[in-house]
């Protein structure tokens, strides 16, 4: 399973952007999928994620700017980004809680990370 992630770049800040990710490979449930961000010399955190039921988390920082919808039936997640401001600035990273088979369990997987600036 791969987890590919798109749509980073440089923006100004207030405006938006919109980061894409697709899962491929043998996938057999999709428990949740969702976006971390880690900004330089921070941990990692969770940004959005939305599980199979339609359940949506965010955090509290981007409450109101970012909106995060999917389509399991196509593996895929998008992360809308409105409002941007430079404290955004990060490296983004598409996750996935997913089986590759019906009888394996979830796992975790990742994708490669893609990277947002926001200029002031």
């Known amino acids: 399973v791969q987890l590919q992630a798109s749509g980073g770049g440089l923006v100004q800040a207030g405006g938006s952007l919109r980061l894409s990710c697709a899962a491929s490979?043998?996938?057999?449930?999709?428990?949740?999928m969702g976006w971390y961000r880690q900004a330089p010399e921070k941990e990692r955190e969770l940004v959005a994620e939305?599980?199979?039921?339609?359940?949506?988390r965010y955090a509290d920082s981007v409450l109101g700017r970012f909106t995060i919808s999917s389509d399991f039936s196509k593996s895929t997640v998008y992360l809308q980004m409105r409002s941007l401001r430079p404290d955004d600035t990060a490296v983004y990273y598409c996750?996935?809680?997913?089986?590759?088979?019906?009888?394996?369990?979830?796992?975790?997987?990742w994708g490669q990370g893609t990277e947002v600036t926001v200029s002031s």
């Open positions: 490979g043998s996938i057999s449930a999709i428990n949740r």
């Open positions: 939305k599980t199979g039921p339609g359940t949506t």
């Open positions: 996750n996935g809680y997913l089986k590759d088979s019906p009888r394996s369990r979830y796992q975790t997987y």
